[in-house]
C-alpha cells in the first residue's frame, strides 16, 4: 500500500515505523506460521489487498451491523444501478498521487468524521472507518462507538495516531498477516529509513507510493473525498441528483485517465445496506399475507380445510408459513410486516378466484425469495470460507514444496515457470 507522506506524525506507540524490525519479535524459522503472541507484539499493520471478502469479515469482527461489500465492476450508469441502495460510500483502490492541497478544506468540517493514515499499510482500516463513522445511526458495535465518540474532538492527524493504537482495530486487521507479510514490511521500513539517511536528494511522495485505499461518502448533503494521506477532507461539491454514485463516477474515472492503458490496476468496492435484511424483510412480508389470505380461505370454507395445492397448484408443505432459522425469519419479523392495500382488500372478499390467484403469485414470489435468501447466506459463508484461506499461513507448506522440488531437480524451472506466468 502507499507509503504515508514523510510529513506525518507518527504514533509514539503502536506505530512499526517508530522501532525497527526486532530478530526477537519472530521464531527462529521465517517460514513458520505467525502465531497471534507475534502478531500481538508486532508493531506494524499488513497489507490487504482489495477483496470484497475480506472487508466484509473485517467489518463484521469490528461488529459493524447491515453493511455488505461489494465491487464495483464498472461505472457504466447501467451496471450501477445494480448495487443494492443505498450506498454508503465507495473505496477506490488505485497508485496514490497527491492532489493540489488547494482543494482540501482548511480544517475538518464539523459533522465529518476523517481520520488520517499515520501508520504504513493502514489504509485499509482507515478508508473502512473513515465510511462507517460518517453513517448516521449505523450500528457500529461498542468497540467502534466509544472510539468514534472518545475521538470526535481529535484532528485528522490524532484520529490516525488513535487508530494505530487501537488494539482492536490493529488485531482485527492483522488477523490476515501472515509471516512473509510481517517480515517484508519491516524489512521495507528498514530499507526506508536507510534510504532516507543516505540520500541528500528529497525523494517526492509520489516516487515512494504504492497502492492505496481512499473513500468517497455523501454527508450532509455534498460529497466528500476522504484521503488518508492527504491533510483534510475534499468537497466534491453538493449533491445534485438523487443517485450520488453517479457524481462520483466522473471523478474516479479522471483518476483512472491519468494512467496509460495497461500500466495500472484499479480496484473500486461498495459499502451498501446489507441485501439479506431486505429479501428477510419480503419474506415476512410474503408469509404474513400468505397466512392472513390463507386464514380468509379457511372462513369462507368454514366446513372443510381449503386444499390450496388442488386449487393454486401450490405445495403447501414446501412453503414458509412461519418462523424459520434456515432463512433467518423470525416470528416478530412476520408480525410486524405491513399487508399491502391489495391484500388487506382481499382479506374483506369472498372471490375465492381472486384470492386463489393472488396465493399463487405469493407463492411463485417466496420461491424467487428464498432463493435469493440462500444465494446471499452462501456469499456470506463464501467470504468467510475465503478470509479463512487467506488467513492461513501457509509457509511451511511452500517451504516444504520447494525442498521437494529441489530434491528433484525441478526449482529452477518452476520459479522461471512462476515468473513467466
Known amino acids: 500500500m502507499a507509503t504515508r507522506p514523510k510529513r ?17 519479535a519472530y521464531s527462529q524459522d521465517p517460514s513458520a506460521p505467525a502465531t497471534s503472541e507475534e502478531r500481538s507484539r508486532w508493531k506494524g499493520f499488513c497489507e490487504i489487498e482489495s477483496e470484497p471478502a ?16 461489494q465491487e464495483v465492476v464498472s461505472l457504466d450508469p447501467d451496471m450501477l444501478a445494480y448495487l443494492p441502495r443505498p450506498v454508503y460510500g465507495l473505496v477506490f483502490l488505485f497508485k496514490w498521487r497527491e492532489e493540489d492541497p488547494d482543494k482540501q478544506e482548511a480544517s475538518c468540517p464539523e459533522g465529518i468524521w476523517f481520520a488520517n493514515q499515520t501508520v504504513n499499510n493502514a489504509c485499509a482500516s482507515v478508508a473502512l472507518l473513515n465510511i462507517v463513522n460518517n453513517i448516521p445511526g449505523l450500528e457500529l458495535g461498542e468497540h467502534l462507538q466509544r472510539f468514534k465518540e472518545f475521538t470526535a474532538d481529535f484532528t485528522p492527524a490524532l484520529r490516525g495516531d488513535a487508530i494505530g493504537n487501537f488494539e482492536f482495530v490493529k488485531t482485527i486487521h492483522n488477523s490476515f498477516a501472515r509471516k512473509m507479510d510481517m517480515l517484508n514490511a519491516d524489512l521495507q521500513l528498514k530499507n526506508d529509513a536507510s534510504t532516507r539517511k543516505k540520500s541528500k536528494a528529497k525523494e517526492s511522495d509520489e516516487d515512494n507510493a504504492g497502492f492505496h485505499f481512499i473513500a468517497f461518502i455523501p454527508v450532509q448533503d455534498k460529497v466528500w473525498k476522504l484521503d488518508g494521506l492527504e491533510r483534510q477532507p475534499q468537497n466534491l461539491g453538493p449533491i445534485v441528483s438523487d443517485d450520488w454514485v453517479l457524481q462520483v463516477a466522473p471523478e474516479i474515472e479522471s483518476r483512472m485517465a491519468q494512467y496509460e492503458d495497461g500500466q495500472i490496476e484499479f480496484a473500486i468496492l461498495s459499502l451498501v445496506k446489507e441485501p439479506l435484511i431486505k429479501l428477510v424483510a419480503d419474506l415476512a412480508e410474503n408469509v404474513n399475507s400468505l397466512c392472513s389470505i390463507r386464514q380468509r380461505l379457511l372462513r369462507i ?25 434456515q432463512y433467518r425469519l423470525s416470528q416478530e419479523a412476520i408480525d410486524e410486516a405491513a399487508l399491502s392495500p391489495e391484500h388487506e382488500k382481499l382479506l374483506k372478499s369472498d ?3 381472486a384470492i386463489s390467484a393472488v396465493v399463487q403469485q405469493l407463492a411463485t414470489a417466496q420461491t424467487s425469495i428464498r432463493a435469493s435468501i440462500r444465494d446471499e447466506i452462501k456469499a456470506i459463508q463464501a467470504d468467510d470460507d475465503r478470509a479463512a484461506s487467506r488467513r492461513n499461513d501457509k509457509g511451511l507448506l511452500a517451504k516444504g514444496l520447494l525442498q521437494v522440488l529441489d530434491r528433484m531437480g525441478r526449482t529452477r524451472i518452476f520459479v522461471e515457470s512462476a515468473c513467466c506466468s
Do not use: I, W
Open 54 to 69: 475480506f472487508f466484509n469479515v473485517m467489518l463484521r469482527d469490528f461488529d459493524v451491523k447491515d453493511v455488505r461489500v
Open 351 to 353: 372471490d375465492v378466484v
Open 8 to 24: 506525518r506524525r507518527l504514533a509514539k506507540s503502536g506505530d512499526a515505523s517508530s522501532e525497527g524490525p526486532s530478530s526477537r
Open 301 to 325: 370454507h368454514s366446513d372443510r380445510e381449503p386444499n390450496l395445492t388442488v386449487r393454486n397448484g401450490v405445495v403447501e408443505q414446501d412453503l414458509v408459513l412461519g418462523p424459520s432459522e
